[in-house]
């Protein structure tokens, strides 16, 4: 009848950048006929006009959308684009890319996922609390660069290849036992490793950054249950557990360097060519924090002429790693003189865990937007 209005549309989500399908059993919940659901697994990087518009375009029709921390970004000129958009829900607690003043002026609620599970009745009571990946023993990427450090040092990768194609052993290992590791960032996840190498290997621990005291990593050291005064075995009887040094210092002296540094735009190029210049010739540089931390230019530069013994990176400044990539280039690293490389895909987070119960909050929060209630975990 002419004046009534038409049926209500049918509310939208749009679930994005889950490349291994992790999200589709925490919206089964979810009947067809309250929400439609679209699973993309695949990411557009809005880094030229012809990707924004059609980053624009996949997402335009929908009224929610959630996303991975730090796979697709959000900037101004992507939310004003989306007049929809009346819900962004991401996994996790990283919002570097997504322009939250923009969110906040547009009305936009943007929610996060902490990690720690669903509040309701559809919790999984046989699966334990999981403990606050805020604590950074607990947070999967202290895992994931420790892996990284001892495939790196064992050479596993490239035994690993070495064998499958015929071959023996590829050359030797590097023991870590007493080695110095040099933490650049040493807040919850680098004072996490720190622990571990100081714990696990006698490693004399030097840590820098911009604003870091030695007051500050003393205090670090107890939190994470070290005496901040036992050095290390056999050590200078006057070096702390965690020696807070110059940044120079630390990448002359480090044997294994690992960054677990905030990204911003005084800390892009952190790492250029002055730094890898001072690294010893048997050094190992390990990022599973952030790619734009180090210039690549020059970190390339320096592993094609084996200025290094190798270099461990699960980041990179285009995510996912562009085909043609210098960093994709099969049986190269290694071999003729250059350093060796271990390449991983942004896997520091990618947790069984964490991954599913991010999803499982993620849902909980679709549910309750629905429901009329307010969304759980608001930034903005």
Same mark, same amino acid.
């Given at each position: ?94 919002? %570097?890319?997504? !322009?939250?003043?923009? $969110?906040?002026?547009?009305?936009? +609620?943007? *929610?996060?996922? #902490? &990690?720690?599970?669903? =509040? ?94 030695? %007051?500050?990593? !003393?205090?670090?050291? $107890?939190?994470?249950?070290?005496? +901040?005064? *036992?050095?290390? #075995? &056999?050590?200078?009887? =006057? ?113 069984? &865990?964490?991954?599913? =119960? ?23």
């Amino acid at each position: 009848m002419a004046g009534q209005p038409g049926p209500k549309r049918q509310p939208s989500l749009a679930i994005i950048d889950d490349y291994l399908g992790v999200s589709k059993p925490h919206f089964a919940n979810l009947p067809p006929e309250r929400i439609s659901i679209t699973t993309f697994k695949d990411t557009i990087v809005p880094n030229n006009e012809v990707e924004l518009n059609r980053l624009v375009e996949r997402l335009q029709p929908f009224d929610v959308i959630s996303t991975v921390r730090e796979r697709t970004p959000f900037p101004s000129s992507v939310l004003r684009r989306l007049p929809n958009l009346k819900l962004l829900l991401a996994t996790g607690t990283q919002f %570097e890319t997504f !322009d939250l003043a923009t $969110a906040r002026e547009l009305g936009l +609620p943007v *929610a996060a996922a #902490p &990690g720690l599970g669903r =509040t309701d009745q559809l919790a999984n009571t046989s699966i334990p609390p999981r403990p606050n990946i805020k604590k950074g023993g607990a947070h999967p990427t202290t895992q994931h660069t420790w892996a990284l450090i001892l495939a790196l040092a064992r050479n596993v990768a490239i035994d690993d290849a070495t064998m499958k194609r015929g071959g023996w052993q590829s050359g030797l290992a590097t023991g870590l036992t007493g080695l110095t590791l040099g933490i650049v960032g040493l807040g919850r996840l680098g004072a996490a490793v720190a622990r571990i190498g100081h714990l696990a290997w006698g490693m004399q621990v030097v840590c820098w950054s911009a604003n870091l005291t030695q %007051e500050k990593a !003393d205090r670090m050291a $107890a939190e994470v249950g070290l005496d +901040p005064q *036992a050095g290390v #075995p &056999g050590g200078d009887a =006057t070096s702390k557990t965690f020696q807070v040094v110059s940044k120079d210092e630390l990448f002359r002296t480090a044997d294994v360097i690992s960054l677990h540094y905030v990204l911003s735009e005084r800390s892009r190029g952190l790492v250029g060519e002055r730094e890898l210049a001072l690294m010893k010739q048997s050094g190992l540089l390990v990022n599973a924090s952030r790619g734009p931390l180090i210039d690549h230019e020059a970190l390339l530069d320096v592993l094609e002429r084996g200025g290094i013994r190798g270099a461990a990176l699960d980041v990179f400044d285009t995510e996912p790693l562009p085909s043609e990539s210098p960093w994709r280039q099969d049986g190269y690293w290694g071999r003729d003189g250059r350093s060796h490389l271990l390449t991983t895909p942004h896997m520091g987070y990618v947790d069984e &865990g964490l991954m599913n =119960t991010w999803y499982a909050e993620t849902a909980e929060n679709v549910e309750r937007w629905l429901d009329g209630k307010d969304v759980l975990h608001r930034i903005a």
